[in-house]
């Protein structure tokens, strides 16, 4: 299919299905963020998302919400349709029951049980399926950058999250870091937790602040909270401390490397938390089994909130995915005041990552300079 098939009308419906996605952000994992809309004679008659996980799919909430008759109605939808059963039947049964005589996606479904099944099946009944190709899709593969990442990889995408000074510095050089952001930037931030399955920080962030790591965002619920995870490789996370404490109402996982004591890894898993056991020959290589571990946990999208010495090693693995740093306007100044990112880094300016895209917008006092790292 090519994007001459597609008309003006079929774009700007298909541009519809995007919008409505986005209200299922958060809540729809392990499931991909999904919009639809039923249109006939240039009319919509009905709209739908995929609003959590477990729930109807945007096309059977969309042709249910119809009014009237959708045969020779089409419809427009985000993701391809599924053609498997789940927790819900497939969407193909629904849009075929209802007459529906076309269908206009905007993004394939990598996942082995998907992957063309749906179209090809509708097409066999009769129904004229027309794959977006162009901008729109390209659109419409960003707003499931994690869903696609874990179907392709088996490893969460990963969100760089830290909050910068004008001359590049997350702490001074005895460790002070907050606040470095605007309140108005801590509230996006913990908008951006909300919408993860999991958050990270490294041992030292958890030593130093005992944070809780929970999503608090304002005018959201908060019922649905990350997993926590500890990159902690000597097992020392404190058994009274705010993580362990909350272990059993929020799920907290520590990814220890084999040079953790035993006796340590026992006592948190006997209070609750999840132990990982990572293994490699350096930080990068643990870092991409820890990855693989979390991955086989439905973990499809982590938070990385730092520290530093954490965050070099994530880009050293190649596993950053789209970075977001608030830039405050303040200047720290010391050579011993820390940058967000260590590690070894590279000895070339040619050898730097590089970001495929970047944007900038102010939030209070801040900047908010976001970048993606990689597409999937």
């Not at 299922?24 to 998302?49: C, F, I, W």
């Not at 040079?259 to 340590?264: H, L, T």
Request: charged share 25%.
């Amino acid at each position: 299919m090519n994007q001459a098939l597609l008309t003006d009308q079929d774009v700007t419906f298909l541009e519809k299905t995007l919008e409505l996605a986005e209200r299922g952000r958060g809540r729809t994992s392990p499931n991909p963020v999904v919009g639809a809309v039923v249109v006939k004679d240039g009319e919509v008659l009905g709209r739908g998302y995929h609003h959590e996980y477990g729930g109807p799919h945007a096309e059977r909430i969309a042709i249910e919400s119809c009014s009237i008759d959708t045969t020779g109605a089409t419809i427009y939808v985000s993701l391809e349709p599924c053609a498997h059963d789940g927790k819900t039947p497939p969407c193909t049964n629904a849009i075929t029951e209802a007459g529906i005589a076309r269908v206009v996606y905007a993004s394939d479904d990598p996942t082995e049980k998907a992957s063309g099944r749906g179209p090809g099946i509708l097409r066999d009944e009769g129904i004229e399926v027309v794959a977006a190709q162009g901008e729109i899709a390209a659109r419409a593969r960003l707003i499931n950058q994690p869903f696609r990442k874990h179907a392709k990889t088996g490893r969460p995408h990963v969100l760089f999250k830290s909050a910068m000074t004008l001359d590049g510095k997350v702490a001074t050089a005895t460790g002070d870091s907050q606040w470095i952001s605007s309140p108005e930037s801590r509230e996006v931030a913990h908008r951006f937790r909300s919408q993860v399955d999991a958050i990270a920080v490294g041992i030292g962030t958890a030593l130093s602040d005992d944070p809780q790591l929970t999503a608090r965002p304002e005018g959201i619920s908060g019922d649905r909270q990350p997993k926590r995870v500890i990159f902690d490789s000597e097992a020392r996370l404190p058994i009274d401390g705010a993580l362990v404490s909350s272990a059993r109402e929020t799920p907290v996982i520590v990814v220890a490397s084999r040079a953790a004591p035993r006796e340590a890894l026992n006592q948190l898993e006997a209070v609750g938390v999840d132990v990982i056991v990572a293994s490699g020959e350096n930080e990068a290589a643990r870092v991409i089994s820890a990855l693989n571990e979390l991955g086989s946990r439905d973990v499809q999208s982590l938070l990385l909130e730092g520290g530093p010495h954490l965050a070099g090693a994530f880009f050293e693995a190649g596993e950053v995915d789209y970075m977001t740093m608030f830039l405050a306007p303040l200047v720290l100044g010391g050579k011993q005041a820390r940058a967000a990112v260590e590690g070894s880094g590279v000895e070339k300016i040619a050898d730097a990552y590089h970001a495929l895209a970047m944007q900038c917008d102010p939030i209070g006092d801040d900047l908010l300079i976001t970048a993606r790292m990689r597409e999937w």
